[in-house]
């Protein structure tokens, strides 16, 4: 049973361009969290995706977008990329919205 | 500001020793937490949670107790090992999870 995975692992991105993130969630489920981590902080949510909708977001602009696909794996999406957007961006899968959640590997964005 | 906070950013354990992490919270409505380990260079890896309606739930080696009376909480390990020095963050789950800084932890020999 595959956990919740994530592509690519890294990526180096140049400020200004755009750089889409993908996460196929946990087998069984249904519920998309996407979290940025800085070094050495805790993650942070971006927002979620249940049932194809953003059900809810946190405080990041709009340059940050997502995507939640039939089959419940979703896509990140930042535009112009600033340099303060380098992190490790981790998506979390869980059934429903308030039960256990795993997090991916994660995927390290450098922005120079 | 954060909604959860743990009380040191670091801590030391002989190898074999019980390790205690705390953790307070602010918000008393809030009712499910979960504990993570963070190695480093990978995602946060589920340990265990707990709901309000619960003071203390054990895993394996692991507990989680619950004091909602002073909005605190604690992960015990039990007989540390070295595999056991990682990153470690307790998480308000309303829907979203809303973490600390974290406490390292770190096995010494």
């Known amino acids: 049973d595959a956990g919740v995975t994530q592509s690519p692992t890294h990526l180096i991105k140049t400020r200004g361009q755009q750089v889409t993130l993908r996460c196929s969630p946990k087998?069984?489920?249904?519920?998309v969290s996407w979290y940025q981590q800085a070094l050495g902080q805790g993650p942070q949510f971006i927002f979620q995706?249940?049932?194809?909708?953003?059900?809810q977001r946190g405080n990041f602009p709009d340059r940050f977008s997502g995507h939640q696909f039939p089959n419940y794996s979703s896509e990140l999406n930042v535009n112009a990329l600033l340099l303060g957007d380098s992190a490790l961006y981790l998506c979390a899968s869980s059934y429903m919205e308030n039960t256990e959640a795993f997090f991916g590997q994660g995927t390290r964005l450098t922005v120079v | 500001g954060e909604s959860v906070g743990l009380h040191l950013p670091t801590l030391s354990v002989q190898e074999g020793d019980n390790s205690i992490i705390n953790c307070a919270y602010s918000n008393s409505a809030s009712d499910y937490f979960i504990w993570y380990k963070q190695e480093s260079g990978k995602g946060p890896q589920f340990i265990i949670d707990i709901r309000s309606n619960m003071d203390k739930r054990q895993g394996q080696r692991v507990t989680v107790l619950l004091n909602k009376t002073v909005k605190h909480l604690s992960l015990q390990i039990a007989a540390t090992q070295p595999g056991d020095s990682a990153v470690y963050f307790c998480?308000?789950?309303?829907?979203?999870?809303?973490f600390g800084a974290g406490t390292t932890v770190t096995v010494r020999a």
């Open positions: 998480a308000e789950n309303d829907y979203k999870l809303s």
């Open positions: 087998s069984g489920h249904d519920t």
């Open positions: 995706y249940y049932e194809e909708e953003e059900r």
